[in-house]
């Protein structure tokens, strides 16, 4: 790491895991959230001027997933790279950078970024809930979260 990148990055404390979590907690809420209104929306269906909700409706969960999955590529990839923060990073005042630099990220490490949390997810958490180990979440693809 050169002297700019230290200095880039080393001025900026890291931030506490309070912070972390709940900056994943606010951008998961934001997903799930859209995602279900958007299949509410999808399974609302009008007939003789009533509006029934049909929820076994496999339109339902299919639009209310890739919702979900749609908000969250624009909250992780292109809000941040937009302005360097997702929704949740921006409301406990975190910032992702690169971890070389301090610089803005790059689009294609961002959407590394973004697929390594659904591996974080799947793997590391229910590890880390089974077993109460102190693992905490971990930085990736040469990017970091520090406070703004």
Same mark, same amino acid.
């Given at each position: 790491?050169? !002297? !700019?990148?230290?200095?880039?990055?080393?001025?900026?404390?890291?931030?506490?895991?309070?912070?972390?979590?709940?900056?994943?907690? *606010?951008?998961?809420?934001?997903?799930? #959230?859209?995602?279900?209104?958007?299949?509410?929306?999808?399974? *609302?269906?009008?007939?003789?001027?009533?509006?029934?909700?049909?929820?076994?409706?496999?339109?339902?969960?299919?639009?209310?997933?890739?919702?979900?999955?749609? +908000?969250?590529? /624009? !909250?992780?990839? +292109?809000?941040?790279?937009?302005?360097?923060?997702?929704?949740?990073?921006? /409301?406990?005042?975190?910032?992702? %950078?690169?971890?070389?630099?301090?610089? &803005?990220?790059?689009?294609?490490?961002?959407?590394?970024?973004? #697929?390594?949390?659904?591996?974080?997810?799947?793997?590391? %958490?229910? +590890?880390?809930?089974?077993?109460?180990?102190?693992?905490?979440?971990?930085?990736? %693809?040469?990017?970091?979260?520090?406070? &703004?």
């Amino acid at each position: 790491m050169t !002297n !700019n990148a230290q200095s880039a990055l080393g001025s900026s404390p890291a931030p506490t895991q309070a912070r972390r979590v709940s900056a994943s907690v *606010v951008d998961a809420l934001v997903a799930l #959230l859209c995602g279900l209104a958007a299949g509410v929306a999808a399974g *609302v269906e009008v007939v003789d001027g009533v509006a029934q909700l049909r929820p076994g409706s496999p339109a339902v969960w299919g639009t209310a997933l890739v919702a979900a999955f749609g +908000l969250s590529f /624009l !909250n992780h990839v +292109l809000l941040t790279y937009a302005v360097r923060a997702s929704l949740g990073k921006l /409301l406990t005042g975190l910032r992702v %950078v690169r971890a070389s630099d301090g610089r &803005r990220p790059g689009f294609f490490r961002l959407i590394g970024r973004w #697929l390594f949390g659904f591996y974080w997810m799947i793997v590391f %958490v229910p +590890l880390h809930v089974a077993t109460d180990s102190s693992v905490e979440q971990q930085d990736a %693809v040469s990017l970091r979260t520090i406070r &703004r």
